[in-house]
Each structure stands twice: as C-alpha cells, then as structure tokens.
C-alpha cells in the first residue's frame, strides 16, 4: 500500500506551481503532553504564528500512582484550538488557511472506553504510574518473559501501555465486563483524542500511529503490525479486545478530521508520539542525529536508521516515524522518568521556588551540590537502569545543606541519568555521539545545559524555537497535504537563534561526579523490597 505522502508526490493537485496561486497555508499541531495541552499554528517557515496552552488536573490517588480525567485531556485540546484560532484570526488570516492538523501525545498513557457508548471506563493511567509493579514482578518469571524485547523493543516494566491495560483488567470490573462483552476499546492518547475529536461514535474512528503503537507491546517493529504471539503471551484474547488500526504517521484519510471544534473539517493528516514528533521537529531524519527533550521526563532518541537495532544495554527500540516506503526510521530510546517534575516537585511541594523558571537563580546561590546527591526515582528508575524498586532518595545530607544545593542536586540527576543513557547508546550503537539537539520545558534553564554539556563531554545544540515537539506534528500532518513536499523543502526551518553549549570541565572531573552518582543509584535499590 502507498503511504498517502508517496501517493500526494505524484499527485499533480499538490503540484508547488498550483501552491503559488493560493494564499499562504498553515499547520496546526495538537502538543498532549503531561502536564499540559497545546495548540500551535504553524507558517511553511516553520514559524508559531499563534498558539494556546492550559494545564490541566493531575490526579494521584495512592503513592506512586499517576491519573488524568480523560474528558478533561479533550476538552482541554479544544479549549486550545478555539483560543488559538481566535488568535490566529486577530492577525487577519481566515481559519481555512489551516489546511491540516498533526496531534502528538504523552505516549503509554492508557485510555480504555465502551466502542458502544463512547465513554472511557476510568481515569487515564499514566506513563509515570507504577501501580503494576507486582503484576510486571509476577509476569517477569513466565517463560519467554525476556524475549519480549526482540520483537517490540521495549522490556517488561510499569512504563509501557500493557502493564497498566493489564491492571485495569484484573481490578476494574467496568473493564473486565466490557472486555467479556467484546466492547472494550483501548488507545493511547492519540487514539482516544482522535475518536473524540472526530465525533465519537458517529465516526468511530478508531487508529494510531507506529510510533505510539510501539509503546505498548503489542506492535511487531519489523512489520509495523500487531504480533499475535506477544498479544497471547500477555493472555488476552484478541477478539475481546478493540484495539486502534496501525495506519502511517502522515496519511490524508486515517485520521479524520475535526469534529468538534471551532476547526470543524479541517483534516488530521499526522500523529506522531511526542518523542518521536521532537526528533522530528529537529529534523533528526538521518542516522546518527539524536535529540534529548527535557519535558516531564527526560527522553534521549537516537535515530539509528530505517532497520531496528535492540539494545543490550538498558535502551529501548521505537519507531521514530512512518512516512510510508523508505520513509520509515527507528531510534534506540533513553527514558528518564522524572526530569522537569522534580522541579515542579520543588515548586509544588517544598515551595522551594515560586515558579521552575526560577531553578537555575536558587541553584546558582551556591557553588555545586555540597556534597548532595538526588536519585529522582519517583517512579522507580527508567533507562538504562530499569530499577522498579526504588524511590527518591537524596544522599550527602549534612547540617551544611542549604536549599540551592538540593537544586543543584535536582538538576543534576537529569543530567547524570542522561550521561548515563550516552554511555550506553555508546555501547549499542558502537559510534560516541558528537553533538546533542535539545528542547522542553527544562531546556530554557542554561545552567543545566550548561551542566549537561560538562558531565557528558558534548556539545549541547539549543534551538531558538523550542516548540520542537509540535513542529514535529506539523510536519508529520504538512507533508501529507504538501505544504512540504519532502525533507529537503524543511532545510530552511528553525534554523535560527541556536545556543551551543560546549563543555567547561575536564574528563576526569566529569567522570568523577558521575561514579558518584552511581554509587548513589545503587543505594537508592531495593526501597520497596518489604512491602
Ligand atoms: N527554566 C526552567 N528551568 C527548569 N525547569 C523548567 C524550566 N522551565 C520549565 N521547566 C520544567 O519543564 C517542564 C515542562 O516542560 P514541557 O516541555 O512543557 O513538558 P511536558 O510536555 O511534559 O508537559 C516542567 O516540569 C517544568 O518544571
Ligand atoms: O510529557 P513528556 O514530554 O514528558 O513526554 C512523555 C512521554 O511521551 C512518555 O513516554
């Protein structure tokens, strides 16, 4: 089959003589990301030429565990393309120059609804939510347990989307009779915006993208399709169960169009997940270029080309993107939990700061950490560790320890976890990496880029338009409609006011803090071993 950007490149109605004629097109890109949504419109340079965000309620009923109210992660999503569109409007264009809309999404976040009624069954479980651990405990002693990794890339844990699909079928009874039943449909947060986006069961449109798909374990990474040996191994029956239609990143029909808000008609022509939409809006189409996005979490993709590479290393395996033939590329993934909500955690529930912009001024009261050292494992530890059974753990306390050196210690955890996770991309992919692209929340802070450059010894390349993530979205949903008609016509885009961060400290230095961070890490097992 055609991707529909093969197919739209021979198509003579996207032709750029026609383009030439009409008035200047743009983008839009739903961003649903943890702890907020977006809507960003985009002009053909790339540009955010109008754009609204809104947070949204974080629920976390028990320790460790982590929800969002499904209704509320939509009508946010419209609130924003509403506020965006008024906005866009304002600077005299007309809402019908946005010719196609891209979503990217918080991935493993699991959403499961009754396909009859069109309501979710319970709150969204989260990717950071570690409320399956004993079941993953139980399911790692079954035979074949670690061969899994072969076929999806990702290895058992709490992080990815079946661990909590899992759970919710053994301790919700709502899930449990809608699966008896055969009504029961499961999604990512991709899947579910687009059903609700497109009318719910009016339309009943019901997909994902590889990208997504590949984080939740049941997708084969060679054939894009899902494996029936890994759906058995989990013990559920696949007849039970809706789950969304694999279909490409960018495609004009999948998708849909919206439905419900104030861009009523206008297509969704690409999906990517956030991650792999960051890789792409730093135009990371080539092997051998990585981009690190300091969100919520921390996650380092590493473009490794169009065949997937398994690491032996604590890394994951993930579809960077799907643009259809010779247009398809894998990443080899370093997770990372807890980055910019330990910050936030500071924020919120030490009032350390008023506000994350604030970490670097407090960090920088103070020369370096005072000897403190902060393993983040809020949720357990993610790559390249994958330690289930830790917790937040700071070491180093002394009566010296003053507020700025817990920033500082803050700080750094992100930056070691991803030195860290550079040593062992190292290590799989055989090539040291010269040059990290960065974006998110935590990227605005130049102390840690700074921090980031000295402890792994690279040059740290920050663009000047971070909204990298949403960029991706746009061009996954751009390069359907031929706003661009391929990688090359992105060459000009977001180019401007970069920031390269080069390393300040020596090796050996370098090598010293992180042994300690190591030795800090393997203090910080084991927490959870009585319970
Ligand atoms: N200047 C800053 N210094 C440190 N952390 C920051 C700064 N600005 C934002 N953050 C952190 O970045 C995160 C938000 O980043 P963002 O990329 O919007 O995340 P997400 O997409 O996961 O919602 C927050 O957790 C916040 O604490
Ligand atoms: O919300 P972010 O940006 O931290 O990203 C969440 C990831 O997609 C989880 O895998």
Redesign the pocket.
């Known amino acids: 089959m055609l991707s529909s950007f093969s197919k739209r490149l021979k198509s003579k109605r996207f032709s750029r003589k026609s383009k030439a004629m009409i008035r200047p097109t743009f983008v839009g890109a739903i961003?649903q990301?943890?702890?907020?949504s977006r809507f960003l419109i985009f002009n053909q340079r790339g540009e955010v030429v109008a754009t609204h965000q809104l947070e949204f309620a974080q629920h976390y009923p028990h320790p460790g565990w982590h929800e969002h109210d499904p209704e509320e992660l939509v009508s946010s999503v419209e609130t924003c393309v509403d506020g965006a569109v008024v906005e866009f409007e304002k600077q005299g264009h007309n809402r019908e120059q946005i010719v196609a809309v891209g979503i990217t999404n918080?991935r493993e976040t699991t959403v499961v609804w009754d396909k009859t009624t069109g309501k979710a069954l319970h709150n969204a479980i989260v990717w950071t939510d570690a409320r399956s651990q004993e079941l993953v405990r139980k399911l790692k002693h079954r035979i074949g347990a670690s061969e899994l990794i072969s076929r999806c890339g990702l290895p058992l844990s709490t992080y990815p989307s079946v661990s909590k699909l899992l759970w919710l079928l053994e301790n919700v009874t709502e899930v449990k009779e809608a699966y008896e039943r055969g009504t029961l449909a499961f999604g990512t947060v991709d899947s579910w915006l687009t059903y609700k986006l497109n009318g719910g069961t009016a339309r009943n449109i019901h997909v994902t993208d590889p990208s997504n798909a590949s984080r939740t374990m049941f997708m084969n990474l060679e054939s894009l399709k899902y494996d029936a040996d890994l759906i058995d191994w989990f013990r559920l029956d696949r007849s039970k169960i809706n789950l969304p239609n694999i279909v490409p990143s960018s495609d004009t029909e999948a998708y849909g169009s919206l439905a419900t808000t104030s861009l009523k008609g206008t297509k969704i022509t690409g999906c990517l997940g956030?991650q792999s939409a960051a890789l792409v809006g730093q135009k990371g189409f080539t092997a051998g270029l990585a981009k690190n996005?300091?969100?919520?979490?921390c996650f380092l993709l590493y473009n490794v080309g169009p065949k997937p590479v398994i690491s032996t290393h604590g890394l994951l395996t993930t579809v960077a993107f799907d643009f259809g033939e010779g247009k398809r590329m894998y990443a080899l993934e370093g997770s990372i939990a807890v980055?910019?909500?330990?910050?936030?955690f500071l924020?919120d529930n030490f009032g350390f700061i008023e506000?994350?912009?604030?970490?670097?001024a407090l960090a920088e009261e103070v020369e370096d950490n005072g000897g403190c050292t902060f393993v983040t494992a809020f949720s357990g530890l993610f790559a390249p560790y994958w330690i289930d059974d830790a917790r937040g753990t700071i070491f180093g306390i002394t009566a010296y320890t003053q507020r700025g050196h817990i920033a500082r210690a803050t700080?750094e955890a992100t930056c070691f976890q991803t030195q860290a996770i550079l040593r062992a991309m190292e290590k799989d992919s055989g090539k040291p990496l010269t040059e990290l692209l960065v974006?998110?929340?935590?990227c605005?802070?130049d102390l840690?880029m700074q921090t980031q450059s000295d402890f792994t010894g690279i040059k740290v390349n920050r663009p000047g338009m971070r909204e990298t993530?949403a960029l991706g979205a746009a061009i996954a949903a751009g390069l359907a409609v031929g706003v661009w008609n391929s990688f090359e016509d992105l060459e000009n885009v977001n180019n401007e006011g970069r920031t390269f961060f080069k390393p300040q400290i020596s090796e050996q230095e370098a090598s010293k803090k992180f042994a300690r961070w190591e030795k800090a890490v393997q203090m910080s097992k084991g927490w959870l071993n009585d319970e």
Request: aromatic share 2%; net charge negative; no cysteine.
């Open positions: 961003d990301g943890t702890t907020s918080q956030d996005t300091y969100g919520t979490g980055a910019g909500s330990s910050v936030k924020v506000s994350s912009s604030k970490l670097s700080l974006d998110g929340g935590m605005n802070s840690i993530t």
